[in-house]
């Protein structure tokens, strides 16, 4: 059904710091974004939203809102199940704002908002088959299997951040060591920098040096823009980042077969220093290599936004389909 | 369509030292079953298809022929690209076949042929949204969504086997090292116990005695019987299975997020002595444990028969659906 162009949705990303809303167009525009910090209770985060949804109302008719949220969601999408950096557990959020807004509610996994973003006004647009690796802090992933978004039998479908890679690996916030996200994420390049900086062998690097006298202030930009100036210690933080990319590329395609990667979150700034190293890669760890297509694989296009993008079509989709 | 039960379909199986053909009623029951070692060169290999086809054919009418074929198919299951143990590249099986023995042929992947004969007549019946592991020589993995067989933008999809999961660790014939199926599987039983009779910390072990007189003689199912006998090597070789079939289906269950996981393939046998330690690992390895309901892990029901069975209800319903 075609949308009235004059109306709006509000499309949220909730973190665990700040939340952040857009008033987005039927086209995926950003017509004006709010944020705030985020709550610490269930009660305050919802009136929070509520409190940002009146304010965007003030200038524009709102259809509906949609909320990515970074956490496990029931299959149907009605409650928060569980997220580690949110107030709601177990939390029937989407009729309990539905009932304070007297809005529809949509609420949506972080990733895969950001996923169907992409796939409508981004870097997907027009292929049915495909994943997002959102590589930040963690990894997060989403599948869009035949057009649609895949959540599998209990709603948590696909998750790649904490497959063991390494057995008595680095230790994971999680509980376990080893997983995958300790290698291969924005967080990981301080680990290794900081583990191979203790190794002591790299000469003339500035990036060593200032290890050494700050090693806490270490940060993932820094590497990513020592290894630009070709620093030797940034330079073998990224090869070896985009060795484990590689790898976590071929475990996507071995279990999912998908025919595109979108790399997304904020290690996708950077794409131009790694991918096609990690592509390399990646095209000789898959399983019957050389006999099977490789997937694409491209950076993501909507940056920090495709969340917000994402579960606001997805919730003007929702009131569509009423 | 309801389908003429004196009707019947035949179902290959076809492995790299042998095939078998079953000819197989409407309920999914073998009604008479042939085998024949598998020819050498693709010419010989589908005219020995034709052998056992006119063979079945001499008692019963054969409405159509399916083929589960342990390799990479296109996605349209026409051509096989790739199968490491057969002499088919790059072949157009279904329509040379389909012009030879004047039928419908059905083609279609060995693990997917399996988990449809379980979905259909085995452990998984009304069960729309499972994952069959069949663990043998090394990991076969389906993916059953919504009722279908999900095979990815390839035709590839699920494989978990050549996941590397110990960086630098056992090499694999496919050329890797580490991967999944070197320490969880019926070869990989073979190995721990090889390399735990190294270590030599096991007393009163008959099985390390028989491992010492001779090495090479050594087969998982004598390894079971040991542990079934509670000789101390045996039981330590199925307890580090137990934990890395654990940690399998934790990945299983991360990526694709089934309500079920059957075990099938020759270690299937013998879930009575490991997987109850197995799933308590598992409990504990998935994101998010205990925030999100645990897939059930069952044996499977069908044996070394399930692909047959599945292929050929598969090749029934081709021609049911013209």
New interface residues.
């Given amino acids: 059904m075609p949308q009235d162009p004059g109306r709006f949705t509000v499309g949220f990303d909730i973190g665990g710091t700040n939340m952040r809303a857009g008033l987005i167009s039927d086209t995926g525009e950003i017509v004006r974004q709010l944020s705030a910090p985020t709550p610490g209770t269930a009660e305050e985060l919802e009136s929070g939203i509520a409190d940002l949804v009146a304010r965007l109302g003030t200038t524009h008719t709102i259809d509906a809102v949609g909320l990515a949220v970074a956490g496990?969601l029931d299959p149907a999408c009605e409650t928060v199940?569980?997220a580690p950096h949110l107030p709601w557990r177990d939390a029937p959020v989407r009729d309990r704002l539905s009932d304070r807004l007297e809005l529809p509610i949509r609420l949506e996994h972080d990733a895969n908002s950001a996923a169907w973003g992409e796939h409508r006004f981004g870097a997907a647009q027009g292929v049915d088959?495909?994943v997002l690796l959102a590589i930040g802090t963690g990894i997060g992933a989403a599948l869009i299997?035949d057009g649609e978004i895949?959540?599998?039998?209990?709603?948590?479908?696909?998750?790649?951040?904490?497959?063991?890679?390494?057995?008595d690996g680095r230790p994971c916030p999680?509980g376990?060591s080893g997983c995958l996200e300790r290698y291969c994420s924005g967080t990981a390049l301080v680990d290794t920098a900081r583990e191979m900086a203790a190794s002591g062998s790299f000469r003339n690097s500035s990036l060593l040096d200032e290890i050494r006298i700050n090693p806490h202030a270490l940060r993932g930009d820094v590497i990513t823009s020592a290894a630009r100036d070709r620093d030797p210690l940034g330079v073998a933080v990224m090869e070896d980042f985009s060795l484990w990319l590689g790898?976590c590329l071929?475990?996507v395609a071995?279990?999912?077969?998908?025919?595109l990667i979108v790399i997304g979150g904020g290690v996708s700034r950077d794409t131009d220093i790694y991918l096609e190293t990690a592509v390399a890669h990646f095209s000789t760890?898959i399983?019957?290599a050389g006999?099977?297509?490789l997937?694409d694989v491209i950076p993501a296009r909507l940056g920090g936004e495709a969340g917000m993008i994402g579960v606001a079509d997805l919730a003007r989709r929702a009131v569509a389909a009423r």
Same sequence: chains 1, 2.
């Fill in positions: 496990f199940r569980f088959n495909w299997a895949y959540r599998g039998a209990h709603g948590t479908a696909p998750e790649f951040g904490h497959l063991r890679v390494v057995p999680c376990k790898e071929s475990m071995d279990t999912l077969d998908p025919e760890r399983v019957g006999y099977r297509p997937a």
